[in-house]
Structure formats: C-alpha cells, structure tokens
C-alpha cells in the first residue's frame, strides 16, 4: 500500500548553502534527496569531485550552466546531468532568472555536508551569511569529511 507523507523536512532543516537554498526531502532508498532554489547570478561550489557518490541534477526551472571535466554545458528545465564518482564539476547560475532543480546523491550520507555548511533559513541574513569567507574556508578544510576533492586552482 502506498502513503503519501510529507516528503521533506520543514523548518529548521531548510538552509542557505553557498547562496542556494537546500530543502531536503526524506527517501526511504540510498540516496539523498533535496530541491535547491538557487537565485538569479549566483555562482556554485569551487570544482569539486566525489569519490563515492553519484550525483544527479534534474532542472526543474531555469537553467544552470554545468562544469564538468573541463567541458561547460547548459542544461534548461526538464533536462539533467548525471555526475559519476571521480568526475570534476560544478554548477552557477549566470541568468537573471532563479533556478529550481532538483539533486540525488546516492548512496546517501552526502546530506550532513548541507547540515555541516548551511545556514539556517531562519537565521537573519542567512543566505548572505552562507557566503561568508570563513564558510568558503570551511567547505575547503573539510571537503575530505564530506567525500569530496577539491583540486587546487589551475597558476
């Protein structure tokens, strides 16, 4: 029998993550799963790759221009990008439109990096405070934590 529950957590789960906002859904599989609102001009993660996870991106409005091992692709709503494990990438959104998409990691676990580096939304100035420097910083130091590489900038 099938029930329909709430599927993501409210409140205080919901958070400003490097300018996008994080809300998580809760899956019974291996894999988490979150709808990021990610706001006009707004630039992504440093290039990063996962040596575990498995990362889909599905647009659901918008578009967001995608790095991925060198190459830069735009994907529009209704489209999505696959990233495997030990691949280079990451996302903005260079529009004068918000986008909304929807990401799976899988397996799960990634989800604790969101909580880790997110800013609650009901923080005042949350989404400003979650591009702070020291946040920048914190995502670096601790990238090995969340099963991610972020290689050095190219001299």
């Known amino acids: 029998m099938f029930v329909r529950q709430n599927s993501h957590k409210m409140g205080n789960d919901i958070r400003w993550v490097l300018g996008h906002k994080f809300i998580p859904h809760v899956t019974s599989g291996d894999f988490d799963m979150a ?25 659901l409005e918008g578009e967001m221009e995608f790095f991925i091992n060198g190459a830069l692709k735009t994907i529009k709503a209704g489209e999505s990008v696959n990233v495997t494990p030990g691949t280079l990438h990451t996302f903005n959104n260079k529009n004068e439109a918000p986008c909304k998409w929807l990401n799976i990691h899988s397996p799960k676990g990634f989800y604790k ?36 590489t972020i290689p050095p900038p190219p001299n």
């Open 35 to 59: 709808v990021f609102e990610t706001p006009a001009l707004t630039d992504g993660p440093p290039p990063h790759m996962h040596n575990t996870y498995q990362e889909t991106f599905l647009i």
């Open 113 to 148: 990096f969101f909580e880790e580096i997110g800013v609650p939304i009901e923080e005042q100035d949350s989404k400003k405070k979650s591009l702070y420097p020291e946040v920048i910083d914190k995502v670096i130091s601790t990238a090995g934590d969340f099963d991610m």
